[in-house]
């Protein structure tokens, strides 16, 4: 039996059993990542369901599911050392006015659902075997309203919680909200409380799982969660040039609270692998990891786009080659 893959911070860099990620390349001690938050996927809005029929048929969580795990090796033979997932989802349309659909791996009341937990353990699993680190993201801002109230997101983030301790999971991060800085519905996911949950997980787990929180697109780090969270979360989105970049991981530093923390981008659709400079190279050249946001766009097919769905979760679009390739590239 292979022992338990195990993701740790030493200083500001990330260590995967117990080796700095990238060790000897430019990337050391970065979290390289693509946003995968559609792994777990359903729409359980009959209404809406049908929106995400594959070309050869229906909508089916576990043979999106089963697509994914079949990807997985090739992500990680291409350099890829992380992925973000979420248990609520993602716009299943890139971005999106308003999500109708209903894709949250909790009940009402905030208690986890079985079918969502069997998927993301699949997923979690496949990951251990790889020797990949996955940001495991409990809410989002298109889906929180599906819980009751304040006391049902508590039992949410509990009842995750207990789940990753309960199957001995050390190689998952948690992202508590993704852009916890725009439209949730409980305020306790908001920005100015966000420091709450992060603390209410590492003390739940006993400092066992590292946690954090997303912010939108060039939102910089809030002295809050500077102060608690074991990592950043920023996002590339919305910034115009790789120049900003690098001045959203600066600031960032600059926050009062910042102990030093490693900085991870989960989330980025500026592209440009070809140019000798863009906002992946910005990224590393910081010394923060970098996340691609993959989504299909008017007039693309169904092979384009990570969270588009339904997904296909290979790499055999020209920007999905574009990016192992340079991932692959700046990993030797």
């Not at 049902?152 to 009842?159: C, P």
């Not at 946690?211 to 939108?216: A, C, D, F, L, N």
């Amino acid at each position: 039996m292979t022992q338990p893959t195990t993701v740790a911070i030493e200083g500001s860099r990330f260590l995967i059993n117990g080796r700095p990620t990238y060790e000897g390349t430019r990337l050391e001690g970065l979290l390289m990542n693509s946003r995968m938050v559609q792994g777990v996927f359903d729409d359980l809005n009959p209404q809406t369901r049908p929106m995400w029929d594959y070309p050869d048929g229906p909508w089916d969580p576990r043979r999106n599911t089963d697509a994914f795990l079949a990807a997985m090796p090739t992500w990680r033979e291409h350099g890829l050392v992380a992925f973000t997932i979420n248990f609520q989802g993602g716009s299943p349309q890139g971005y999106s006015q308003e999500q109708p659909w209903r894709n949250s791996a909790y009940e009402a009341d905030g208690s986890l659902r079985s079918d969502y937990a069997e998927r993301m353990a699949r997923v979690l699993d496949r990951a251990d075997e790889l020797g990949m680190a996955v940001i495991l993201g409990f809410f989002y801002f298109g889906q929180d309203h599906r819980l009751d109230d304040e006391a049902a997101v508590m039992r949410a983030a509990d009842e995750a919680t207990d789940w990753l301790l309960d199957r001995g999971d050390r190689h998952v991060l948690i992202e508590i909200a993704n852009e916890c800085d725009i439209c949730y519905t409980h305020p306790i996911l908001k920005a100015p409380r966000a420091h709450e949950l992060i603390r209410r997980v590492q003390q739940r787990s006993d400092g066992r799982l590292l946690v954090s929180t997303s912010y939108s697109g060039g939102t910089r780090l809030t002295p809050n969660v500077a102060r608690v969270a074991d990592f950043v979360l920023l996002h590339g989105n919305g910034v115009p040039d790789p120049d900003g970049i690098r001045a959203l991981v600066r600031e960032s530093r600059a926050v009062e609270g910042y102990r030093g923390q490693p900085v991870v981008i989960n989330e980025d659709d500026h592209f440009d692998f070809d140019r000798d400079d863009n906002h992946m190279l910005a990224a590393v050249d910081s010394g923060a990891g970098w996340g691609f946001f993959d989504y299909r766009m008017d007039g693309e097919g169904f092979e384009d786009g990570y969270q588009s769905m339904p997904a296909d979760w290979g790499v055999r679009s020209e920007r999905k080659r574009s990016f192992f390739k340079s991932l692959q590239a700046l990993s030797l």
